[in-house]
């Protein structure tokens, strides 16, 4: 382990324990000054991001990725709004719970407390760095960032905004610390830096992901993929079930709520692949289907094996044939990424059975996957969705980045 | 990974889709015939348990170690009879909560359901096998346990007496797996099982513990050691705390919950010193102080820093005095495991902010750290205590084992 990172750590953990005691009127004002201070230094911020985007041309880096890296002013106006909108939000740190009184007279209950120290490995995009401090700081927790390489000059310059800010109202500017030295040496060892990181918080693409979930010894909150079903019920409405197709495929492409596969009980499939064609058709998406969608029509190209695993992130979409809902459940358990699916249908006991057999953090009935989101449930914030089963499942919002402890209140109790 | 320990994972995954459409019904039948045939079965299992026993004896190994892996009638009567306690609790599984309708009419809530897949490594007490398998089974999850090689021809005959239950109630007997083959290689293989495995539970000595967050690519819950504190605070009830002290660490020696550290402020270390010596030492209780209390006793045994991180599960406490509640806060958090730690005070302000500032799974004001116990909770079971802060955090009941999904109903809304 080198004498950096966990220096870094150390220093973290020390300073969590003053960051957990600030009020919330306290972190409020932090978050706001903050916001001021990158306004005020967004030319500064800007020419750092010039560096990043110009040594991101020289390596040939494909236009879509410098997109993620480019800031502007509107952008950076965002990011500030961001934090500003997080310290209208309720801070939940202090509140207590389902205090009880046991027969000896014991008091005993829950305290909602930070976690501690919050380490965020991510990629290029440069705004994750503003809205990651926000969310860990209105929480109570210190936060190691470690981005990208490739944004490093950026996020130093959105680091020093923030250090300005939060210095301007007294407030320890260590409760963010940056990760500079980016070799792949330095993140691995922060992965194992569990003596001082509560937890890790992957967010990028799913190479990122598996390479932390594979070689972290600190607790993984995983936000990952979606491969996100609708099932077509026997029972459906069907001008319904074209309708949230449409949406959840076409809405957005890139996302990770975006529908990426089609599952069709038989017999409805003649009725509705007209329809489902035509409003898919029409937003240029190409379906690829298993033989028995095939011989209904030449539009479709033939899915294979993989494709029912695919997350495109594009336009397209998967279509399958099913002869009953437990085969629709059994096809989608075992291919899905437990993020989102749908069953359409007006059939009390088949939606009721989806519900409860459908493993996802999300599950729905006659409705667009495309709603699994912090805001739209909301949380009025969002981290990421996690789709592993510890801890947070779903949309996170600043409880995710939140614990519990155990309060007792005694009068000499002994046992 | 070899292809037996990948198996089972498979298995233990598709079978984990049965187990969670159990009713409570079902689930609370095959844990009763589950403990008949434990009972009817007890013969062969101690004839199994001899041989290990024997096996030990010939290794070498200590009394107390062969006490921890022996059998007795009574012992299997009391497994049986926590079967039956299990299956007397509520199932939380299939409950929804926190249904709220938002402004586009979808209602949102959550509803609780099985991890999934369980793995549990543990040491050489065979009851946790039984013990183990009962609260996963409850909780509609599958279970593969690896238990130690010293007690592997008592695990193998619980298992056979749990499958012939489960087998004449006609529930799936998969849903416990036993890892027979109990190799290192094929336990490290387990820790590296996250796309079957949803949750690790270690259950161990430290060594066991820090293997397996070390190496486990699965989540682990972790359940640690305790080094717990009591700090008298200057506003303390002197009597109250003599009683707390001497509970606290006499009643039991050797559990997580038991008292290893004293923290004294230095007002009312005169006044107390006398009268904790005199309840520990009647006890035979050793105890190592700082400069501060040597200088008023000479019974007392010089800590070395060393001390200070102890949890000694042994006749031993360390006693360090302090100027200030902060100073003895900043102690506590500093050499506390995260287990239990409590103040002796009459004062408001001081209970309040240890409560606050004491990072800890459970922290007490007036009272003995003793009662950190799922039982003496109100949960009705235990399946250890957790010292993390991710998922659960304190003794663990059966809501451990759960998760929550999203469930939506909707009535065709799309965004």
């Known amino acids: 382990m080198s004498n950096y990172i966990e220096s870094l750590g150390k220093k ?34 800007l020419k750092e991001n010039a560096k990043d985007i110009q040594a991101a041309k020289d390596k040939g880096i494909s236009e879509a990725l410098i997109d993620r890296l480019r800031l502007s002013e509107a952008r950076i106006v965002d990011m500030a709004e961001g934090l500003r909108q997080i310290s209208a939000l309720n801070d939940p740190i202090g509140d207590m719970r389902d205090i009880v009184q046991r027969p000896n007279g014991l008091k005993i209950g829950k305290m909602q407390v930070p976690l501690g120290v919050i380490g965020i490995i991510y990629e290029s995009r440069p705004n994750v760095t503003a809205d990651a401090f926000g969310l860990c700081f209105k ?74 979930v594979e070689n972290s010894t600190v607790p993984v909150i995983e936000t990952g993929t979606g491969n996100c079903h609708i099932y077509v019920d026997e029972f459906a409405d069907l001008d319904m079930a074209v309708q949230i197709i449409e949406n959840a495929k076409t809405q957005r492409l890139g996302v ?92 009390y006991h088949n939606g009721m059975k989806f519900h409860r057999e459908i493993d996802a953090a999300a599950v729905y009935i006659n409705a667009s996957t495309r709603f699994t989101d912090g805001f739209v449930f909301g949380f009025g914030a969002e981290i990421g969705i996690s789709t592993q089963k510890l801890h947070a499942r779903g949309p996170m919002g600043l409880d995710a980045l939140t614990t519990t402890k155990y309060v007792i209140f005694g009068d000499g109790q002994i046992r």
């Open 12 to 45: 973290a953990k020390a300073i969590s324990r003053e960051v957990a005691k600030l009020t919330m009127d306290e972190k409020n004002a932090g978050l706001v000054a903050v916001a001021e201070e990158l306004c005020k230094q967004s030319q500064t911020i």
């Open 139 to 212: 929480t109570g927790n210190a936060v190691i960032l470690r981005g990208g390489s490739d944004a490093l000059n950026s996020n130093k310059a959105i680091v020093q905004a923030i250090w300005a800010g939060l210095c301007q109202v007294a407030l320890p500017q260590d409760a963010l610390l940056l990760v500079d030295d980016v070799s792949r040496e330095i993140a691995t060892e922060m992965m194992r830096l569990h003596k001082y990181i509560d937890v890790l918080i992957p967010r990028g693409g799913a190479g990122l992901i598996e390479n932390v």
């Open 256 to 347: 990770c709520n975006t529908a990426e596969s089609l599952v069709i009980h038989r017999k409805i499939l003649k009725e509705i692949l007209p329809k489902v064609e035509q409003a898919l058709f029409s937003h240029g998406i190409e379906i690829r289907g298993d033989a028995s969608v095939l011989a209904l029509s030449n539009q479709i190209k033939a899915a294979t094996e993989e494709d029912w695993g695919m997350e495109y992130l594009d336009g397209i979409i998967s279509m399958r044939v099913v002869d009953s809902l437990d085969e629709a459940i059994a096809h989608i358990n075992q291919y899905n990424t437990g993020h989102s699916d749908a069953i359409i249908t007006e059939n």
